[in-house]
């Protein structure tokens, strides 16, 4: 069983910041990719950025320069470092993990927690 789970969503104004954590856990053997995706109302789910457990990361062009997504491999935690907010950020945030069960079993399983609502006020 394996669980992922968010948290740090909240109301912030215009031009400030939050920071989103998540963290995977139960029978992980290794985490691949972590990372977070957003859905407003009325909207596709969009990705918003990515890590791979390599160091490589990638942004969606709507928040490159704002967002920085951080891991802590060691824990199977990934974070959304929000800054600059803008009204159009509002959504509810998930996160997502590729993840390795055991070592004999190769298949790549994804995994997504419940979602967290950040509201951007103007």
């Known amino acids: 069983q394996v669980q992922v789970a968010e948290s740090g969503g909240g109301l912030v104004q215009a031009g400030g910041s939050l920071r989103l954590s998540c963290a995977a856990s139960?029978?992980?053997?290794?985490?691949?990719?972590m990372g977070w995706y957003r859905q407003a109302p009325g909207k596709q789910r969009e990705r918003v950025a990515v890590?791979?457990?390599?160091?490589?990361?990638n942004y969606a062009d709507s928040v490159k320069g704002r967002f920085i997504i951080s891991r802590d491999n060691a824990k199977n935690t990934v974070f959304l470092q929000m800054n600059s907010l803008k009204p159009e950020d509002t959504a509810v945030y998930y996160c997502n993990a590729d993840l390795l069960r055991s070592s004999s079993d190769p298949s790549v399983y994804r995994y997504w927690g419940q979602g967290t609502q950040v509201t951007v006020s103007s």
């Open positions: 890590s791979t457990n390599g160091g490589s990361t």
């Open positions: 139960g029978s992980i053997f290794s985490v691949n990719v």
